[in-house]
Each structure stands twice: as C-alpha cells, then as structure tokens.
C-alpha cells in the first residue's frame, strides 16, 4: 500500500510548504514595513508567522475537527464503522485512528492529522447510511492511504496556512488605506509610492497564489490515494461505486468550507459538476480531478 518515496517526498513537501508561507508573509510584513518606514510591522508578520506554523503543524487536525463540526464516535453504536476501520488498519499496517463523524445526510469523508500516530478519519452520517459494506471499505481504504502516505500532514497544514496567508493579506490591504507617514524628501516619497504598491500587489496575490498550492496538492494526492486504497481492499469497484454515489448526490455539506473542501473524497461543496469538460486553466480553481477520470482508472486496474 505505501509508497516509501512518496512518503519521504510528502515529509520534505510538509517543510518546504512551511517555509515558502514563512517567506510569502515574511515578503509581506518586508514590503509593508519599507512602504510605511515601521519594522514593527515586519517584526510581527515574522512571529504571526512563526506562531501559525507551530500552530498548524500541532493543532491543524483538532482545528479542521471543530471546523467541520465533527463529534468522536462511540464504539458501541458504530461497532461496523470501528470493525472495518480496523480491519482495514490491521491489512495496511497502520495504528487505528480516531474516528468521529459529521451528523449530515450528505455523503462525504476525509483524513486528518500530522502522522499515522496523530490522525482521524471523519464520515458523514450520509456516507453510513447511503453505501453499502464495500463501498464504504472502498472510502476509508482510500483515507488510510492518505494518512499511510503522509498525505494528510501536507492537506491539513495548508488548511491553516492558507488562510494565514488571506488573513495577514487582509490586513495589510486594510491598513495600506489609511496610508503611511509623508516624506518631505520627493525622491523618498516615490520610492515608498513603488514600495507600496508593490505590497498592494503582494497582498492580492499572495492568497490566490496560496489557494491555488492548495488545489494543486489536492488534486495531486487524489488518484495517488484511489489506487492505494483499492489495492488495500483488492475490489477498486467498492470504492468506484462509491465515488459515482457521493457524486452523484447533488446535497452540499453543510460543515464543509472553502477552507477544508480540498481534504473531502469529493469536493464538498458540490461545485465539480460538469467541470471534467473545461480547460486546463479552470482546472488549475478545482479541489479534486474529474470525478469520471477517477472512477476509469480504477475500473481499469488489474488485480
């Protein structure tokens, strides 16, 4: 089921994802501090900095758990959901995670957490009540794998440092209206002109350029954990079928947001209809790869 290279190559991807937004609000905090001749402000976008990282790195699963609104599960009245995940756990090799689920009747489900020790898979009521047996070993066969693959460290630390990353923007956009300190000196003055500016542009770009890290991390981990966890449970229709039931479910996940939507099975925020037909450049705004993609290359494998 592992992928030992792509494993290590998720641990390195883990640090370098850490230190480019390190270096995205360090460029921020830079620019706005020349522009209004104050290093407070690069001082303290360097701690923000550092203060989210530690943060999403410790805390990113408990604060995507309470984003979506997911309660613990109860052993005695999931005693299925607890057998299969440690079923699935027992094959793969894997500690059991935590498991909880979202009270909602649209089907969905994610894995969360920094490492195998340190993970939980989250279903919706809607995924136990709407698949059957194999369909839903399919989905959290597709979930070990990305908790095995290290997939998760890299999915939940985006969650809170891409919004770290629109958060700090916001905020310097907000404080560059009300301007800086006036320079007697002209030459000065248009040389903060350019400087501001250019933080302007920093601050509008910055978040859509960290989103768009995001949705490429996601979609890159997608067929990579279909594969794995079809290989986990030897039936990749289980988790084909369940691919084509939770799409096929036009009811949006209430818990769901653009934040976490890219750590869902499918896109839960049901934007993906239609989308396998555009171009590359819209695709580049997509959480998740065409649904139909998927669902092909796993009824094309041969075990």
Same mark, same amino acid.
């Given at each position: 089921?592992?992928? +030992?290279?792509?494993? %290590?190559?998720?641990?390195?991807?883990?640090?370098?994802? #850490? !230190? @480019?937004? =390190? *270096?995205?609000?360090?460029?921020?905090?830079?620019?706005?501090?020349?522009? +209004?001749?104050?290093? %407070?402000?690069?001082?303290?976008?360097?701690?923000?900095? #550092? !203060? @989210?990282? =530690? *943060?999403?790195?410790?805390?990113?699963?408990?604060?995507?758990?309470?984003?979506?609104?997911?309660?613990?599960?109860?052993?005695?009245?999931?005693?299925?959901?607890?057998? @299969?995940?440690?079923?699935?756990?027992?094959?793969?090799?894997?500690?059991?995670?935590?498991?909880?689920?979202?009270?909602?009747?649209?089907?969905?489900?994610?894995?969360?957490?920094?490492?195998?020790?340190?993970?939980?898979?989250?279903?919706?009521?809607?995924?136990?009540?709407?698949?059957?047996?194999?369909?839903?070993?399919?989905?959290?066969?597709?979930?070990?794998?990305?908790?095995?693959?290290?997939?998760?460290?890299?999915?939940?630390?985006?969650?809170?440092?891409?919004?770290?990353?629109?958060?700090?923007?916001?905020?310097?956009?907000?404080?560059?209206?009300?301007?800086?300190?006036?320079?007697?000196?002209?030459?000065?003055?248009?040389?903060?002109?350019?400087?501001?500016?250019?933080?302007?542009?920093?601050?509008?770009?910055?978040?859509?350029?960290?989103?768009?890290?995001?949705?490429?991390?996601?979609?890159?981990?997608?067929?990579?954990?279909?594969?794995?966890?079809?290989?986990?449970?030897?039936?990749?229709?289980?988790?084909?079928?369940?691919?084509?039931?939770?799409?096929?479910?036009?009811?949006p996940l209430e818990a769901a947001n653009k934040a976490t939507a890219h750590m869902y099975i499918i896109n839960p925020l049901k934007e993906h209809k239609g989308q396998s037909s555009v171009g590359w450049?819209?695709?580049?705004?997509?959480?998740?790869?065409?649904?139909?993609?998927?669902?092909q290359r796993l009824r094309e494998m041969n075990l």
């Amino acid at each position: 089921m592992l992928t +030992y290279e792509h494993i %290590a190559a998720n641990k390195r991807e883990s640090w370098i994802l #850490i !230190f @480019s937004f =390190l *270096i995205i609000i360090s460029l921020l905090g830079f620019v706005f501090a020349q522009a +209004y001749n104050n290093s %407070a402000i690069l001082y303290f976008a360097v701690g923000f900095s #550092i !203060f @989210s990282s =530690l *943060i999403s790195y410790y805390f990113s699963d408990s604060i995507t758990l309470a984003l979506s609104r997911a309660q613990e599960a109860d052993r005695s009245s999931n005693p299925e959901l607890y057998r @299969s995940v440690e079923n699935l756990c027992i094959a793969a090799g894997l500690p059991t995670p935590r498991i909880y689920i979202i009270e909602d009747t649209a089907p969905n489900a994610f894995a969360t957490g920094r490492d195998p020790e340190h993970a939980a898979v989250c279903v919706t009521t809607g995924v136990l009540a709407k698949l059957e047996k194999p369909e839903l070993e399919g989905v959290i066969a597709h979930e070990l794998s990305h908790i095995g693959n290290y997939d998760i460290r890299v999915m939940t630390l985006v969650v809170v440092l891409v919004g770290t990353v629109t958060l700090l923007a916001d905020w310097l956009l907000r404080a560059s209206f009300f301007g800086g300190r006036k320079s007697d000196d002209r030459e000065g003055g248009q040389l903060k002109m350019v400087l501001m500016i250019a933080g302007l542009i920093l601050a509008i770009l910055s978040p859509i350029i960290a989103t768009l890290i995001k949705m490429a991390v996601s979609r890159k981990r997608e067929f990579l954990a279909d594969a794995s966890g079809a290989l986990l449970t030897r039936y990749p229709e289980g988790l084909a079928r369940a691919l084509e039931k939770i799409s096929a479910d036009t009811e949006p996940l209430e818990a769901a947001n653009k934040a976490t939507a890219h750590m869902y099975i499918i896109n839960p925020l049901k934007e993906h209809k239609g989308q396998s037909s555009v171009g590359w450049f819209s695709n580049m705004f997509n959480t998740h790869p065409p649904i139909e993609e998927r669902i092909q290359r796993l009824r094309e494998m041969n075990l």
